[in-house]
């Protein structure tokens, strides 16, 4: 019933984004592919003017601040592209573009994405996703394009049919006013929760998978083991470890273990409220950022687990039936630029890694950067860059998802 009252309403808006010619039989807009052939000139020509369809998690004010009252008018006014971000993420973005290319629908409802890991799998497997088109970005020259974090999406070739435009990191959250030494590694944290009963848990959500499969790989010698494509025994080997863990834990969990936070937000405030001592994050800067905005502790701050930390880009993507590949291509673009990459990273705005490769900036954008990048509230560069690990198939989080929803909760 509600497959097809969703098949209904997607239908619906479908037509409505094709206005001119009838539902099924709207004219396609020129595909990102063909557009990339042009010259980066003919494609800001023909973007003037138009609008952009912006789908993309929507949980955050900041940075829904950010692509609202910074980006949007930056882009209008100097490109003539009227950007409108609109909620979608993860399944809800597959399920939309599928019902809207089982329709007939030649023309879709957005023209811009916000995905990685799984989504992207998912889109490229059902070739839902235009391409290639990201590597006719001018500003993509500027791109890091050495880091195994951006240069691949859990493991998988981008292929020209993403464009990074931040990069996050496993942390943890501790008040360094009530907790100064924190434990370092997977050993003393198994330790410190063990000596503080019911003052630590995790969360249900994507967060809380991320912080476990980041254990799970410690404790089966690193990242490394689970490279090279999804395989079924190295998991279920290392899931039992893991499991077995969980349960050696439970009684000593944020009451017993028979809860889990819904989500970060609400990781945050029982952290806040002083009924745990460690909330979570991906996103090693959000400690700092949500403490500049009132919702965490003053002192709040993050650390990276030595075992090794997962770390990952944030991709733009454009759908196959994109009314606009022009005026999404121009603000993939816009987002590499340095001025963005700067602005999202100001702890007071968004606090999202830069993609960039700060060599290959003048003097001044590096100095700029670096003002951020030092900042003492923050985890070192060097740190963070010691302790990152790259996601592997994404397929380990979704099976370690779902067995967790089915054997723990």
Request: net charge positive; with cysteine.
């Amino acid at each position: 019933m509600f497959a097809d009252v969703r098949r209904v309403f997607v239908f619906g808006a479908v037509c409505a984004a094709a206005l001119v010619g009838g539902c099924s039989r709207a004219a396609p807009a020129a595909a990102a592919p063909d557009l990339a052939k042009l010259p980066w000139d003919s494609i800001v020509r023909r973007a003037r003017g138009t609008t952009v369809i912006w789908r993309m998690w929507r949980g955050d004010p900041s940075v829904n601040a950010f692509v609202d009252r910074w980006v949007a008018p930056r882009v209008l006014a100097e490109y003539g592209v009227t950007l409108q971000a609109v909620s979608g993420q993860g399944s809800e973005l597959v399920d939309q573009l599928t019902v809207e290319t089982q329709s007939g629908a030649k023309v879709g409802t957005a023209s811009l994405l916000w995905i990685n890991g799984e989504t992207f799998g998912a889109l490229r497997s059902r070739q839902l996703l235009a391409g290639p088109w990201s590597g006719v970005l001018p500003a993509g020259a500027l791109v890091d394009s050495a880091s195994p974090i951006i240069s691949r999406d859990f493991e998988q070739d981008p292929g020209g049919f993403e464009s990074p435009y931040g990069t996050v990191q496993m942390a943890l959250i501790h008040d360094s006013a009530r907790t100064p030494q924190p434990p370092r590694t997977v050993d003393e944290l198994t330790h410190w929760i063990r000596t503080h009963p019911g003052r630590f848990t995790y969360d249900q959500s994507f967060t809380g998978i991320t912080f476990l499969k980041g254990v799970m790989y410690a404790q089966n010698g690193g990242v490394g083991t689970f490279a090279g494509g999804y395989d079924s025994t190295t998991y279920i080997a290392a899931r039992t470890r893991l499991f077995a863990w969980l349960d050696s834990l439970k009684p000593y969990l944020w009451r017993k273990g028979t809860q889990y936070p819904a989500d970060v937000a609400a990781m945050h405030r029982l952290f806040a409220n002083r009924e745990i001592d460690f909330s979570l994050s991906y996103n090693q800067n959000e400690a700092v950022t949500k403490a500049l905005q009132g919702v965490l502790p003053a002192t709040s701050r993050a650390l990276v687990l030595r075992d090794g930390t997962l770390a990952n880009a944030h991709f733009l993507g454009i759908p196959a039936n994109a009314p606009n590949a022009a005026g999404a291509m121009i603000v993939a673009n816009f987002l590499l630029s340095p001025a963005a990459q700067l602005e999202k990273q100001r702890p007071t705005v968004w606090a999202d890694g830069t993609v960039l490769d700060l060599a290959r900036l003048p003097a001044e954008w590096r100095e700029r950067f670096d003002s951020i990048v030092n900042d003492p509230r923050l985890v070192s560069a060097d740190t963070l860059r010691r302790y990152a690990r790259p996601e592997v198939s994404p397929r380990y989080h979704e099976r370690l998802t779902d067995d967790w929803r089915r054997m723990i909760r």
